[in-house]
């Protein structure tokens, strides 16, 4: 048979297969266990295959070709641009995720990522998602890492060069108003008091905590940034159904910005809470701190805002109650939510 051999093992060259700049290609079958109570996919464990497919593509694009003596780097998460659930996907369909470099600056790399779910029996693709994601390079084992040089992108025309850089310079300044933007979640236990009752945003809030361990690391060091996203969803998730009474599936997610890494070891405590509702949709802010057993202080790594429906009959968006805002921060918080709601929906009808 051709490809064969009576004389011992077969010696391969190691060549490229891919320019670095080709897109990655990721298939899984989705099973039950993939799924959240509402039947479909959890939007979890999609962000966490996003993230993955991510981290092939930049890491591949930072290490292909190079040449002898070079000194091999992975990648990490920094940033995850706004992202919408267009359609949910099922248990039984196959998830295929085509991942690209489309942009670099000197220590970053935009990563552009779409999702399809394939119906074997009816040979039909859905796309469901287009997630655009920014990674760092940092030596490999390093005990202090920081960022080093990427790679430039090739092949890209002064055009595309110039609205990669906008996309950057936007990303960019969109992480400083962020930081500034997120306030400390109120740590009180409140039993029968007006700030408790249903509907509220403390009846709602939780904080969940996550043992961080060697299987949500990439190399068993840092943890991924989709494992991490998947926390973010759980807890979002959870407030959400609190507040809807009522099962809840993610419909968008604002940009998540990575500010530090998370080591193994550490614990994440992520914590969501309500901040507005319209009609149909509910906006929740959640945040994360890791801690170091060693450390005993906690650090703030990540914000972000997600966006849930409810699901009533047939799978079909229901109402939502509306949140009681009590206090003048909670009130300046759903108007904040308010106009991001409002520039959502004008994004949507611009096709953006």
């Known amino acids: 048979m051709e490809g064969t051999s009576t004389k011992g093992p077969r010696s391969f060259i190691c060549k490229p297969v891919l320019p670095p700049s080709a897109p990655v290609e990721l298939s899984r079958v989705m099973l039950p266990d993939d799924t959240n109570p509402a039947g479909n ?33 992975t990648t990490v998460l920094a940033r995850v ?17 085509q991942a690209a470099v489309t942009y670099t600056s000197p220590r970053s790399m935009e990563v552009t990522v779409d999702v399809w779910a394939e119906n074997v029996l009816t040979c039909t693709r859905r796309h469901t998602n287009t997630a655009t994601l920014w990674y760092v390079a940092v030596p490999v084992n390093s005990l202090k890492p920081a960022p080093v040089p990427v790679p430039p992108l090739k092949g890209l025309t002064d055009e595309q060069q110039e609205a990669g850089r906008q996309r950057y310079l936007a990303q960019k300044a969109q992480r400083s108003e962020n930081a500034a933007s997120m306030t400390p979640f109120e740590a009180k236990l409140l039993i029968d008091s007006e700030q408790a009752k ?13 043992l961080v361990l060697p299987s949500d690391c990439f190399g068993g060091e840092y943890l991924m940034g989709g494992s991490l996203m998947k926390m973010m969803d759980n807890a979002a998730g959870i407030s959400a159904v609190r507040h809807c009474r009522a099962p809840a599936v993610t419909a968008c997610i ?28 509910i ?70």
Do not use: W
């Open 41 to 73: 996919v959890h939007g979890g464990v999609i962000l966490k295959l996003i993230e993955q497919a991510g981290h092939i593509t930049s890491s591949r694009h930072c290490n292909q070709g190079s040449a002898a003596g070079h000194q091999p780097v």
């Open 81 to 97: 641009d706004h992202m919408d659930f267009l359609q949910p996907m099922y248990v039984g369909e196959v998830s295929h995720l």
């Open 198 to 210: 249903e509907h509220t945003v403390l009846a709602s809030q939780i904080t969940l905590a996550n």
């Open 254 to 281: 604002d940009a998540i910005n990575f500010n530090e890494p998370i080591t193994n070891g550490e614990v994440v405590f992520v914590s969501a809470r309500p901040v507005f509702t319209s009609s149909r949709s």
């Open 283 to 352: 906006e929740l802010e959640v945040r994360c701190e890791a801690e170091g057993f060693t450390r005993g202080s906690r650090r703030v790594t990540n914000t972000a805002y997600f966006t849930f429906v409810s699901l009533g009959k047939e799978h079909r968006a229901a109402p939502i109650p509306p949140l009681k805002a009590l206090g003048q921060e909670e009130r300046e918080r759903f108007e904040a939510g308010r106009l991001r709601y409002e520039a959502r929906k004008e994004k949507r009808k611009k096709g953006q």
